[in-house]
């Protein structure tokens, strides 16, 4: 896929190869990348089907979800991840370009009704796209008190010459404003998928562009955007999620003998969502967190 931290597979037999590596290393999820198109000036190599069935399931037999990176993903593409049975489908499909529209989407692929009966869950990562083009844009993204604490000062020098160079960037103003326009579509799209009755879990895609790790509540807002309501908006985020990684056993809802893994936010989400912004105390497997305390230490410069 072009990342340093990929791993080529050229046949089944080292796609299954790959796979023990992985697991022994103690992997508890398998990802995949079927995008075939061309990237960033770099050229992918499309996974062959039957090296998609090899590694799905020698993962699956090892009790490992497999996960397919479809971000750009052609029709055949989306096709060749869904018949190799993998778990889910990670990010939104179509062309990759910067100022332009997707030409793909999971509803005009055909492939929807394959999708429901695998049971295969679409996290459709939609605040990765707001992070990437039009993030700066947004002062709840790059105005977050809470960055203080989630950022290193260097992060923070970064984030600060970022927005700099937004202000008087006319490419990136433009990527911006089609951004939102691939938004609009993709916020349609997840109301049709959820409508159809597709499985959907959030996942951010932290680390990329305004994309911050902890700020999960953007994807839960998106989705709520898209047609799901706050509470199935929340679940996508811990129930479905726990689901699909399979920890629903022992996590994602609160119940007795579950771990306990409690967020306690000021206000009620069920009727303003933004309110899971505003934290007040994580609990952690019973372990409780101040989050206020957190920020005065990093205030004080301590950090700890």
């Known amino acids: 896929y072009g990342a340093p931290y990929a791993i080529e597979v050229a046949s089944p037999e080292e796609g299954r190869q790959r796979v023990e590596e992985l697991a022994l290393d103690g992997a508890e999820v398998i990802k995949i990348a079927v995008t075939s198109r061309t990237l960033k000036k770099a050229a992918i190599p499309s996974l062959a089907p ?4 090899a590694i ?8 490992l979800p497999v996960a397919a990176h479809v971000a750009a993903a052609t029709e055949a593409d989306l096709r060749n991840a869904i018949t190799g049975g993998v778990d889910s489908l990670e990010h939104m499909p179509g062309s990759w370009d910067p100022l332009g529209v997707p030409d793909t989407l999971y509803s005009t692929s055909g492939l929807v009704p394959e999708i429901l009966a695998r049971h295969i ?5 939609l605040s990765v796209e707001v992070g990437e083009t039009y993030g700066p844009t947004i002062p709840e993204l790059s105005g977050d008190p809470s960055l203080r604490v989630r950022l290193t000062p260097k992060q923070r020098e970064v984030l ?3 927005l700099e160079d937004f202000a008087h960037n006319s ?3 433009a990527m911006a404003e089609a951004g939102r326009r691939r938004m609009r579509i993709f916020l349609e799209e997840i109301g049709r998928l959820h409508a159809a009755g597709v499985r959907l879990a959030a996942g951010s895609d932290a680390g990329s562009g305004f994309t911050f790790h902890g700020n999960l509540h953007t994807e839960i807002e998106l989705l709520s955007q898209g047609g799901l309501t706050p509470l199935e908006a929340i679940r996508c985020a811990t129930q479905e999620s726990a689901r699909l990684l399979g920890v629903l056993e022992d996590q994602g809802t609160v119940e007795v003998g579950k771990r306990a893994d409690l967020l306690l936010v ?4 069920l009727k303003d969502l933004r309110v899971l912004r505003a934290v007040d105390r994580v609990v952690i497997a019973g372990r409780v967190v101040e989050v206020q305390r957190l920020v005065n230490q990093v205030k004080k410069g301590t950090g700890k």
């Open 50 to 53: 039957e090296v998609v069935r």
């Open 56 to 63: 799905v399931d020698d993962a699956h037999e090892r009790g």
């Open 121 to 125: 869950t679409i996290v459709p990562t």
């Open 160 to 162: 600060a010459s970022n």
């Open 171 to 173: 490419k990136r103003q």
């Open 266 to 269: 000021r206000g009620d989400p």
